[in-house]
């Protein structure tokens, strides 16, 4: 299935997209898509549901991000050895991990907002992982029964306040609108093998970004493993497993988002996402 959420801003309700690329109300079966209702089981009853009986919802309508009431937003960085490489950084011995704010979360097509004294916002294109049931001191062969689906991330960072302030990666991370997700939270069914999708990236109709997950240094049961040693993972937590090489940071010169720009970003099977740039008011 292809799970959605739709809607204004904070009164998202829940739907699916159809086999026609139809938008479904999902309201009268559960009152919203987050931790409490991405069980498999829950996911099974759904699936079992007859899609050309719900309502239909208008074409043009706001999709909201495809996971609500997000818990934890954590993020991989360095997972791609063809970034690593671009950066001029080393690839980690264990997997580097920091936080997105939950309140950077936003719809997969809205506005990316270049935050107050912001002079090097950059792009990076994700798989997103969304848990479905508790990890604690999970095993690896266990892993993927957490996932609850997939979906596409983008990891806005501010690269200046990330890498050449004090202190940590997080403050150039979890500026508002810094984490679109989705259109759609994709379940493991309709992705034969998550390791093996190719993740693209545009800025103005240039294609920066043009990768594929099997180039990831750590994969996504080793990850779900790891991250569950030092938290417990719970039921609508992302993980955001990395990015390919293209970023603006990786080019020659070093190029930076600036205001009237547009993104375009996808995974294969997992949908795409279209940003507008704008300057926060009052920069």
Known sequence: MKLLRFGP????????????????????????????????????????????????????????????RVGKFICI???????????????????????KWTSAICGPDDDVIIPRASTKTDWEVELGVV??????????????DHVAGYCVVN??????????RSGTWDKGKGCDTFGPLGPWLVTPDEIADPHELDLWLEVDGHRYQD???????????FLISYLSRFMSLQP??????G?????GM??????????????????????????AVVAEPGR
């Open 236 to 241: 609508g937590d992302v993980i955001s497993t």
């Open 77 to 99: 960085g360095l997972n791609y050895s063809d970034h690593a490489a671009e950066t001029g950084a080393e690839v980690p011995p264990e997997p580097v991990v920091f936080n």
């Open 9 to 68: 801003p904070g009164h998202e309700k829940p739907g699916l997209l159809d086999a026609d690329g139809v938008i479904r109300d999902l309201s009268a079966h559960l009152p919203d898509l987050d931790g409490r209702h991405l069980s498999r089981d829950l996911l099974a009853r759904l699936a079992e549901l007859d899609a050309s009986r719900l309502p239909k919802v208008p074409a043009d309508t706001r999709l909201g991000p495809c996971v609500g």
């Open 250 to 275: 990786g080019q020659q010169p070093p190029t930076y988002l600036r205001p009237g720009q547009r993104m375009r970003l996808g995974i294969a099977g997992l949908g795409e996402q279209h940003q």
């Open 243 to 247: 990015t390919p090489p293209g970023v």
């Open 131 to 144: 848990i479905g049931k508790e990890a604690r001191y999970v095993s690896e062969a266990d892993a993927m």
């Open 155 to 164: 990891d806005v960072s501010e690269r200046e306040f990330q890498l050449e």
């Open 211 to 221: 990768g594929n997950t099997r180039t990831m240094v750590y994969r996504i049961p």
